[in-house]
């Protein structure tokens, strides 16, 4: 019985027909499992975005004559700590423009200045309620001791658009990852449905036989399934690798974005699979047997 469905299952991929079936299943499931996982890793990532501008910032005020290397080396020291979301290093010529911006119409006071002189710093913002903690941090005590390190001050973080923005779109963005669910499980349903359907009158001619329907559903949801699998786990590793990719890309400013887990991951291909063998058993019987 078991090597029997095995082998009805194995007809289902047979010759020019099943290869475009199962390539046809395979690709619902793909863009299913992809559309599904760029909305869910976009909304939980604007969940973490929208805490942007909200804590606090961490400023290290470096010596006037403080090596750009040094400075940039302890700036990756910094970014790798628990509780910092972004680390910025400020050369010189920046912080002689910043002065000049916030002066305005009035540039007497920068007048003169040579932008060599003028110090570096190293700007750390911090998750929220990490600055209560700080006094008491060995890492604020060793930074006053690092020979390269004028000060060091806590202050309010600026305002950031981008964070604003996405805390008014938070809400909007949950809601649009349900529908987007819901949208992809509807257009595997169907698609799979479509493409799996099995010849004119298959299912009858087997009802006619003395077939039951597990005869039917089974190698056929079994078929779909497998498919599916396919085409899931391989959005799976694209979606692994464009999120590894941003992340690399958006770290250095505090934008990397909250990647699906591994378990996660697994959830949504295991989600399109049982999608697939559904719809596919439906189909193999559903419009095999009207048509019939």
């Given at each position: 019985m078991g090597l029997g469905m095995l082998r009805r299952t194995g007809r289902w991929f047979a010759g020019g027909v099943g290869a475009r079936r199962a390539v046809a299943v395979a690709s619902f499931a793909f863009a299913a499992t992809v559309a599904l996982g760029a909305a869910l890793t976009f909304a939980r990532s604007a969940a973490r975005w929208s805490?942007?501008?909200?804590?606090?910032?961490?400023?290290?005020?470096?010596?006037?004559?403080?090596?750009?290397?040094?400075?940039?080396?302890?700036?990756?020291?910094?970014?790798?700590?628990?509780?910092?979301?972004?680390?910025?290093?400020?050369?010189?010529?920046?912080?002689?423009?910043?002065?000049?911006?916030?002066?305005?119409?009035?540039?007497?006071?920068?007048?003169?200045?040579?932008?060599?002189?003028?110090?570096?710093?190293?700007?750390?913002?911090?998750?929220?309620?990490?600055?209560?903690?700080?006094?008491?941090?060995?890492?604020?005590?060793?930074?006053?001791?690092?020979?390269?390190v004028d000060d060091v001050a806590v202050e309010r973080a600026p305002a950031d658009r981008l964070g604003e923005a996405m805390t008014a779109l938070?809400?909007?963005?949950?809601?649009?990852?349900?529908?987007?669910?819901?949208?992809?499980?509807?257009?595997?349903?169907?698609?799979?449905?479509?493409?799996?359907?099995?010849?004119?009158?298959?299912?009858?001619?087997?009802?006619?036989?003395?077939?039951?329907?597990?005869?039917?559903?089974?190698?056929?949801?079994?078929?779909?399934?497998?498919?599916?699998?396919?085409?899931?786990?391989?959005?799976?590793?694209?979606?692994?690798?464009?999120?590894?990719a941003l992340g690399a890309a958006l770290a250095p400013q505090g934008l990397a974005p909250a990647l699906l887990t591994g378990g996660e991951a697994g959830v949504l291909a295991l989600g399109a699979v049982a999608v697939a063998a559904t719809s596919g058993g439906w189909a193999s019987v559903g419009r095999g047997a009207g048509r019939g």
């Open positions: 805490a942007l501008g909200r804590g606090s910032q961490l400023v290290v005020y470096l010596g006037a004559a403080g090596d750009a290397r040094a400075g940039l080396t302890l700036t990756e020291e910094l970014r790798a700590l628990g509780g910092v979301t972004r680390a910025e290093y400020v050369p010189p010529a920046e912080t002689l423009r910043r002065l000049r911006s916030a002066l305005g119409e009035d540039q007497r006071l920068a007048e003169g200045l040579d932008p060599e002189a003028m110090p570096a710093s190293i700007e750390l913002a911090l998750e929220p309620g990490v600055d209560a903690v700080l006094p008491l941090s060995p890492t604020i005590a060793a930074l006053r001791r690092h020979p390269a938070r809400p909007w963005l949950d809601s649009g990852s349900w529908f987007v669910a819901a949208l992809a499980a509807l257009l595997l349903t169907i698609g799979a449905r479509l493409a799996w359907a099995p010849p004119r009158g298959h299912a009858a001619v087997a009802h006619l036989l003395g077939a039951g329907p597990a005869y039917q559903v089974l190698p056929a949801s079994l078929a779909a399934a497998i498919a599916a699998a396919a085409g899931a786990l391989a959005a799976v590793a694209a979606l692994s690798m464009v999120g590894g």
